[in-house]
């Protein structure tokens, strides 16, 4: 007796060698199991490099993204390098302008302060000096005749 009709009588309490009906089914899948075993071996079996493809296009994925993420980076610290120096010349441009206005308002102030020293500088001739004064103010008249 085979183990599969020990098992068979086991699993169900059928003899198989009383029941001619379980053992001709038992038979026939025996039968398709081997015809379907020996087909799938004897097949002709295709090597597909499509693994070898997909590993190359996985790396070139990866090398894709890190581009793209360099690229994003160096575009960052380009964006921010940029913003950097145009701060960098408006603070530029604000200190000249501050300067400018500093000039000028040295200029007003040297300019006001000339204007007081020349008022507190030049008096009114006394009284008693008028005449001298007239008289000097006729030589420059009359010399010139």
């Known amino acids: 007796m085979s183990w599969f009709n020990r ?3 086991h699993d169900t309490g059928h003899d198989l060698e009383h029941d001619p009906e379980l053992a ?5 899948f025996k039968a398709s199991v081997h015809a379907w075993s020996d087909a799938a071996f004897t097949r002709p079996r295709a090597v597909h490099p499509a693994i070898i493809h997909r590993t190359w296009r996985l790396a070139a994925g990866w090398a ?28 530029a441009a604000r200190a ?39 008289l000097m103010a006729d030589d420059t008249t009359g010399s010139g005749n």
């Open 24 to 28: 001709r089914t038992l038979a026939d």
């Open 64 to 91: 894709m993204t890190g581009v793209l993420i360099a690229g994003a980076g160096s575009a960052l610290t380009y964006e921010h390098h940029q913003r950097v120096e145009q701060a960098r010349i408006a603070a």
């Open 96 to 134: 000249a302008e501050q300067q400018r206005q500093l000039a000028a308002q040295r200029a007003r102030n040297e300019e006001d302060l000339m204007y007081k020293v020349d008022t507190d500088v030049s008096r009114e001739v006394p009284d008693a000096m008028e005449p001298l004064a007239a």
């Open 7 to 9: 098992f068979a009588q």
